[in-house]
């Protein structure tokens, strides 16, 4: 039984294989169906998403086209094995055919939320298609059978494009989704989003 935590992970592990795009080719969902899958049955019963499958369908549906190069600027924790550890892990993609920038994010924060920005000026103008947050006031909460949308992605409304930066406050422990349509495209071949936190 996967919880939101645990779909903090995998949000944070997709990020991960996006923003190494250039090296990583292929990924693969081992189970799909029960055991340790993002979907679960019962036989005679009914079927139900895990928390985890929210990411992967939200990132293989709308991270389409080319990965943005992110320069980021976190806050964090620093860990006696990894290191620094940031709060905020984020990546962009941008659809050239539609025009629409995807932004996924992670808050790892367990008790605050973290402000993200994106600088968005390289990409034209842009609007806000759709938000969305996964999240819940108990980091341990799981879907059931019997309560299969307790841990669902939610709108998120904190979010807003003013002067060419984006800004949306991600809740503690979440997983954020933001879809952007893009103005005209600047002459240059090359286009860039930054993100910071404060």
Not at 106 to 134: F, K
Request: proline share 6%; charged share 20%; hydrophobic share 40%.
């Amino acid at each position: 039984m996967y919880d939101v935590t645990d779909a903090v992970v995998v949000g944070s592990l997709l990020i991960t294989l996006l923003r190494h795009a250039d090296r990583v080719r292929i990924g693969c969902q081992a189970q799909l169906v029960n055991v340790i899958a993002p979907i679960m049955t019962r036989a005679g019963g009914g079927a139900w998403r895990q928390t985890i499958f929210h990411p992967f369908a939200q990132a293989a549906r709308h991270a389409r086209g080319t990965v943005l190069h992110l320069t980021p600027s976190v806050e964090g924790y620093d860990d006696a094995v990894h290191g620094h550890v940031p709060w905020v892990e984020a990546t962009a993609t941008h659809d050239e055919g539609s025009g629409e920038v995807t932004v996924l994010c992670v808050n790892r924060n367990l008790d605050e939320p973290v402000e993200l920005r994106a600088v968005t000026r390289a990409l034209g103008g842009c609007t806000v298609v759709e938000a969305t947050t996964l999240t819940d006031a108990d980091t341990t909460a799981c879907n059931t059978e019997e309560q299969p949308d307790r841990v669902v992605p939610r709108p998120l409304t904190d979010v807003t494009v003013e002067d060419g930066v984006l800004k949306a406050l991600l809740p503690p422990v979440s997983w954020t989704v933001l879809r952007l349509s893009t103005g005209p495209q600047p002459t240059s071949t090359s286009s860039s989003t930054s993100t910071t936190q404060e």
